[in-house]
């Protein structure tokens, strides 16, 4: 599976960005997505999962209530809806897709995702 993430920017504090991440090959597989983020000198961070279906979601304590990630899997494609962005929110974001196991299973850890995304570069000034 070859992801490609998109949608990071430049946004003032209190803003929104909307990542996307486009999923190719392996076209007949079901899976589970999670976004991941990354600060200089850090390990990357969970932040969100999602299940095949969509019907489950997880995340991190931090971004629950003003993250929605979300899945559309006619258009092979995650999401990350960004409200009320905090200074503290920016790094780079991943996406993330794991292949083995239950799709309707969730994962937090990164070392359970068989594939990554570029990164994209999310920057919230204050």
């Known amino acids: 599976v070859q992801l490609q993430a998109s949608g990071g920017g430049l946004v003032q504090a209190g803003g929104s960005l909307r990542l996307s991440c486009a999923a190719s090959?392996?076209?007949?597989?079901?899976?589970?997505m999670g976004w991941f983020r990354q600060t200089p000198g850090k390990e990357r961070e969970f932040v969100a999962a999602?299940?095949?279906?969509?019907?489950?979601?997880h995340y991190e304590e931090s971004v629950k209530g003003r993250f929605t990630i979300s899945r559309d899997n006619a258009k092979n494609t995650l999401y990350l809806q960004m409200n009320s962005l905090k200074p503290e929110d920016t790094a780079v974001y991943y996406c993330?897709?794991?292949?083995?196991?239950?799709?309707?299973?969730?994962?937090?850890?990164?070392?359970?995702?068989?594939?990554w995304g570029q990164g994209t570069q999310v920057t919230v000034s204050s």
């Open positions: 993330a897709a794991r292949l083995w196991g239950d799709p309707e299973l969730l994962s937090r850890p990164a070392s359970e995702y068989d594939y």
């Open positions: 090959g392996r076209t007949g597989s079901r899976y589970a």
């Open positions: 999602i299940s095949w279906s969509g019907a489950r979601t």
